[in-house]
């Protein structure tokens, strides 16, 4: 399971504490999702939630985090490359 989490993470534009803290977590649902795994195991493993008793809250926190792990895989690994070449 993660370190602490947010149900919601980071929207914006900007690279956030929360994601610098969280790439692993992104990089696991990345990679579950390339292998096909569904939705309510990811979140099981990688969260914490149990799928069966909390089923939107389980979808929405798996759901909001693969768009942010997609969101670094297009932009925000340019904001931390930026940072390490400073």
């Given at each position: 399971m993660v370190d602490p989490f947010e149900?919601?993470?980071p929207s914006g534009q900007?690279?956030?504490a929360?994601?610098?803290s969280h790439i692993?977590?992104?990089m696991r649902l990345l990679d579950a999702t390339a292998d096909g795994a569904d939705w309510r195991?990811?979140?099981e493993i990688l969260f914490g939630i149990d799928p069966r008793r909390e089923p939107e809250r389980a979808?929405?926190?798996h759901?909001?985090?693969l768009e942010r792990a997609r969101w670094m895989t297009q932009t925000g690994y340019r904001l931390?490359?930026?940072e390490a070449c400073n």
């Open positions: 149900d919601d993470p900007e690279l956030t929360y994601d610098r692993k977590l992104y195991e990811a979140v979808r929405r926190v759901d909001s985090h931390l490359l930026r």
